[in-house]
């Protein structure tokens, strides 16, 4: 099955900086990458998402990478601010079966 | 729309007693999966269900697991009997389409301590 591998695991930055996350992922036929933010006592909330036929895409501070034939994606945040503080999650699908997540990166903004 | 609603927030029980988690998806949402969380092994799938019908269950660790959804408005998480080791975050989430297709949109998760 799927294996996705997310690194860092813990990530420290301070506020303005910005911030890189990333996966790598086993499986050469998934296609849909989605980004999840899960903040303390939140169940992960999708923040950003992007499918294999396409290489970037942005909104306003994310902006998600995707490079299918090394098998890696990423997640980066600009001008980062303390309210990005979170767990950052990953994940790999294909077609229309479920995901498959990475084990999260808490992410630490510092004012 | 209220969001996906679980219920309890938190559980406390002792080993060898039945726990059952209580989940509310979004209306008109034709996807419900169960999710569990932990340090060790981040999110796992246990089940998820189609038009009230589970399609996967390969994810729910052992028989002492056991889910249901009645109806399209709601669903069970049931461990009976309960062991330590079962102690985490357990999540409900619902989508329209499958977990690959688009959004999944998640309760704020039942954490479950068994003594």
Known sequence: ????????????????????????????????????KQELGKGPQLIIDIR????????QR???????????????ITETQPEDSAVYFCAASKGYSTLTFGKGTMLLVSP | DAGVIQSPRHEVTEMGQEVTLRCKPISGHDYLFWYRQTMMRG??????????VPIDDSGMPEDRFSAKM??????????????PRDSAVYFCASSTLGAGGGKLFFGSGTQLSVL
């Open chain 1, 1 to 36: 099955g799927e294996n996705v591998e997310q690194h860092p695991s813990t990530l420290s930055v301070q506020e303005g900086d910005s911030a890189v996350i990333k996966c790598t992922y086993s499986d050469s036929a998934s296609n849909y990458f989605p980004w999840y």
């Open chain 1, 52 to 59: 294999s036929n396409v290489g970037e895409k942005k909104d």
């Open chain 1, 62 to 76: 994310i902006a998600v990478t995707l490079n299918k034939t090394a098998k890696h994606f990423s997640l980066h």
């Open chain 2, 43 to 52: 999110l796992e799938l246990l089940i998820y269900f189609n038009n009230n």
């Open chain 2, 70 to 83: 009645p109806n399209a408005s709601f669903s069970t998480l049931k461990i009976q009997p309960s062991e």
